[in-house]
């Protein structure tokens, strides 16, 4: 648990520092963000894209609170989205290098 505390940590203080929102807003959505970038870094590290349209299904959230989650996150620059022009729910969703590494430093104890 303290491992998925310290990833939300993380995550709350790249938001907060990348938005210039209160770290109490943050920390609200902490949870969510770091389940949504963890199952996207299983999907990667397994060799997976995610998409849009795949991120509710990958989550506990709903499809809208996914879309709404993920964008934040994009623009917080803890993921990146490459847009698909014909389909823009196959949009496909990675993790930056720094989440990428906090995440992997919290929750599997290794560096990069």
Partial sequence: MSKLRNAASHI?????????????????????M??????????????????????????????????????ALERAGIVHIESNLGDAFESTITLTEKAQRWLDRDLTGQAR
Avoid at 12 to 19: D, E, G, H, P, T
Avoid at 59 to 69: G, V
């Fill in 34 to 71: 770091v389940e949504v970038a963890t199952a996207i870094q299983s999907r990667q590290a397994g060799g997976h894209a995610t998409t849009l349209r795949q991120l509710h299904t990958i989550s506990s959230l709903s499809q809208p609170q996914a879309l709404t989650l993920i964008r």
């Fill in 12 to 32: 709350s203080r790249l938001f907060s520092a990348n938005r210039g929102e209160c770290s109490a807003v943050a920390a609200g959505i902490a949870p969510d």
